[in-house]
């Protein structure tokens, strides 16, 4: 197993690197290797979804296009993400945005539904001491969860 990191989204900076810490300390005790690809990324990604209706679809399709071409170039057979994990992602779009990218790549998406693991996911989390994000990262994810607030 490989990890790939690849978050342009994250906003704000301060929040990036919490996530980005916490991948680095789990990896670390569970001994994965994994690669940065790229940094904070903020611009592009703002670039890229500034279009109505493109926004989840965009940030997508730019991760996983980033982590297709990072596996088909390093040979790597298989690619999946954690993003299927979380039950507030856009699980079939993302299933078939990952379906066309290793096609594409001429690798094979390894699927599972891991959103069935999330209470699992939710209390080893705690138990290890890792940070846990509160909304996908985005900067217009973070509005939203705000504005819910009120």
Not at 52 to 80: K, P, Q, W
Not at 111 to 139: A, F, M, N, P, T
Request: with cysteine.
């Amino acid at each position: 197993m490989h990890g790939y990191w690849n978050n342009p989204n994250i906003h704000p900076y301060t929040e990036y690197k919490k996530r980005f810490d916490a991948l680095a300390e789990y990896n670390e005790r569970v001994q994965i290797e994994y690669t940065v690809d790229g940094g904070y990324g903020l611009r592009p990604f703002l670039e890229m979804a500034a279009g109505e209706g493109v926004r989840c679809d965009g940030c997508y399709t730019m991760r996983l296009e980033a982590l297709g071409r990072f596996a088909a170039d390093n040979e790597f057979t298989h690619i999946s993400t954690t993003l299927l994990y979380s039950r507030y992602q856009k699980h079939d779009l993302i299933r078939a945005r990952c379906e066309e990218i290793a096609a594409k790549h001429n690798i094979s998406f390894w699927y599972e539904d891991y959103r069935k693991g999330w209470q699992v996911g939710i209390d080893l989390s705690k138990k290890l001491g890792v940070y846990r994000q509160q909304y996908c990262g985005c900067i217009f994810s973070e509005e939203e969860r705000y504005l819910a607030k009120r």
